[in-house]
């Protein structure tokens, strides 16, 4: 009887029978670790009124993106695909800004765009953050098609060039790249920030 009572003894109390400085550690504790935001509790905190005009430079920056889809996607979506008629559809009016956007200044406008918009855009703390944040993840978005551009150019354009496979890859970013656009056009003009898995957390890291 005696070793039972010292077992029992060594045996932790039950949850119910711990002491009110334990309980109140406990559920501290519980708060402080449901207050570590996430990327949309976050975002939530910049979150302010947008005016229009906030929402129509936020969504215009996104054709930057699109027409870096367009130019890499050109020679294999462009015809004998099944999205040709949706890509030629939106070729057609963006025809003259990609002219001006890719063959003026030598071929430099993109270079001089995107070091305007990140130095006097992003990095400018007077403008809108909203502005800032749709700017930045406008050019992350550009810097993803720009790497895979340079991925097929030097490594797997010798290899599936002209194959079903290169077909199927352009298809897939040009789609993606439209679907990532257009949601993001549409929630900026709705005055809402566009959520991108991993491109709006990078973004979010430069705009604080």
């Known amino acids: 009887?005696?070793?039972?009572?010292?077992?029992?003894?060594?045996?932790?109390?039950?949850?119910?029978?711990?002491?009110?400085?334990?309980?109140?550690?406990?559920?501290?504790?519980?708060?402080?670790?449901?207050k570590i935001p996430h990327f949309g509790e976050r975002i939530m905190a910049w979150r302010g009124s947008t005016s229009p005009s906030d929402r129509i430079f936020a969504s215009l920056v996104y054709l930057l993106p699109l027409m870096d889809a367009i130019v890499l996607c050109f020679n294999q979506v462009g015809s004998g695909s099944f999205l040709?008629?949706?890509?030629?559809?939106?070729?057609?009016?963006?025809?003259?800004?990609?002219?001006?956007?890719?063959?003026?200044?030598?071929?430099?406008?993109?270079?001089?765009?995107?070091?305007?918009?990140?130095?006097?855009?992003?990095?400018?703390?007077?403008?809108?953050?909203?502005?800032?944040?749709?700017?930045?993840?406008?050019?992350?978005?550009?810097?993803?098609?720009?790497?895979?551009?340079?991925?097929?150019?030097?490594?797997?354009?010798?290899?599936f060039g002209g194959s079903l496979i290169a077909q199927t890859l352009f298809n897939t970013i040009f789609l993606g790249t439209l679907v990532a656009v257009g949601y993001s056009v549409i929630q900026s003009a709705m005055g809402r920030y566009a959520e991108i898995p991993t491109i709006s957390d990078a973004a979010y890291t430069q705009v604080r």
């Open 84 to 159: 040709s008629p949706i890509f030629n559809a939106i070729v057609k009016p963006l025809a003259p800004l990609i002219g001006i956007y890719y063959f003026s200044l030598g071929g430099f406008m993109p270079l001089i765009v995107f070091f305007a918009l990140f130095m006097l855009v992003v990095r400018n703390e007077g403008i809108a953050h909203f502005i800032r944040f749709n700017t930045m993840q406008a050019i992350l978005i550009g810097i993803v098609l720009s790497l895979v551009s340079i991925l097929w150019s030097f490594i797997l354009a010798p290899i």
């Open 1 to 34: 009887m005696i070793n039972d009572a010292a077992k029992l003894s060594r045996e932790p109390p039950p949850l119910n029978k711990l002491g009110h400085r334990q309980l109140t550690a406990l559920s501290c504790a519980n708060k402080q670790f449901n």
